[in-house]
C-alpha cells in the first residue's frame, strides 16, 4: 500500500543536542509537509517542499530546518531543541499545492521528548 | 481572516448511536475545500472525508457524512453507528487561498469517546 512513513516514532533528545526526524513516501507525491503537534492542539504547519522547493511559515522558528534530498524523502532537523520543542511531528504528502481540493496524506508521527 | 472553530472539547456517544461534531468555518474565498481528519491516540492523522465548497451534495464515505450548510457555513461531520474504535480526536479542516497560493488550517478539535 502506498504510505507516508516516518522514524523513529518515539525520540528522545537532550537539551540543545540536535536532532533530525526523517519522512517517507511512497505516493510518489510533489508536495511534502512538517507539522508540530503539542499535546491536544491542531497541528501547525512547519514548512512544505514542492518538489525541491522550499517553502517555510513566517512564523517558523529559525532552530527547525528541513531538507528534501529526492522526491520520497524529506528530513527535519532541530538543531538545538528546547523543552519547548517537545511534540509530535507530522509529515503529510499531497499532491500539489495549487487547488483547494488538495488532500494532505499524514504519517503516523514521531512524538518528540526533550530532556 | 479564514478560521475552523470546533466548539465542543469533547464528546460521548453510546456505541451504535449516531454522532454529530460540529464545525463552523470563515472564510471569504468563494472556492475552498473543508476536511475530516481523526487522530487516534496513537497519532496518525487518518483523512475521512472531504467536500469542495461547490458540491451540491453533501458528502458521505461510509459510516461518514458530511453535512454541508453553505450558508450558515458549517460543515458537520456525522458519525453513523458509532464503534468502540471511532473513539479517537477529530479535526475539521479548510483549505483556501491564501497570498496567491493555497493553505489548509486546521480547527482545535473534538475528542470522542464512545460507550459500550
Known amino acids: 500500500d502506498a504510505m507516508v512513513i516516518q522514524n523513529p516514532r518515539y525520540q528522545v533528545t537532550q537539551f540543545g543536542k540536535p536532532v533530525t526526524l526523517s519522512c517517507s513516501q511512497t505516493?510518489?507525491?510533489?508536495?511534502m509537509y512538517w507539522y508540530q503537534q503539542k499535546s491536544s492542539q491542531a497541528p501547525k504547519l512547519l514548512f512544505h517542499?514542492?518538489?525541491?522547493?522550499?517553502?517555510n511559515e513566517a512564523d517558523t522558528p529559525d532552530n527547525f530546518q528541513s531538507r528534501r534530498p529526492n522526491t520520497s524523502f524529506c528530513f527535519l532537523d532541530i538543531r538545538s531543541p528546547g523543552l519547548g520543542d517537545a511534540a509530535m511531528y507530522l509529515c503529510a504528502t499531497s499532491r500539489g499545492t495549487g487547488t483547494y481540493q488538495e488532500t494532505q496524506y499524514f504519517g503516523p508521527g514521531t512524538r518528540l521528548l526533550v530532556l | 481572516a479564514q478560521k475552523i472553530t470546533q466548539t465542543q472539547p469533547g464528546m460521548f456517544v453510546q456505541e451504535k448511536e449516531a454522532v454529530t461534531l460540529d464545525c463552523t468555518y470563515d472564510t471569504s474565498d468563494q472556492s475552498y475545500g473543508l476536511f475530516w481528519y481523526k487522530q487516534p491516540s496513537s497519532g496518525e492523522m487518518i483523512f475521512l472525508i472531504y467536500q469542495g465548497s461547490y458540491d451540491e451534495q453533501n458528502a458521505t464515505e461510509g459510516r461518514y457524512s458530511l453535512n454541508f450548510q453553505k450558508a450558515r457555513k458549517s460543515a458537520n461531520l456525522v458519525i453513523s453507528a458509532s464503534q468502540l474504535g471511532d473513539s479517537a480526536m477529530y479535526f475539521c479542516?479548510?483549505?483556501?487561498?491564501?497570498?496567491?497560493?493555497?493553505?489548509?488550517?486546521f480547527g482545535a478539535g473534538t475528542r470522542l469517546f464512545v460507550k459500550a
Open positions: 517542499y514542492y518538489d525541491k522547493d522550499f517553502n
Open positions: 505516493l510518489n507525491h510533489n508536495v
Open positions: 479542516a479548510m483549505r483556501g487561498s491564501r497570498g496567491g497560493g493555497f493553505k489548509t488550517i
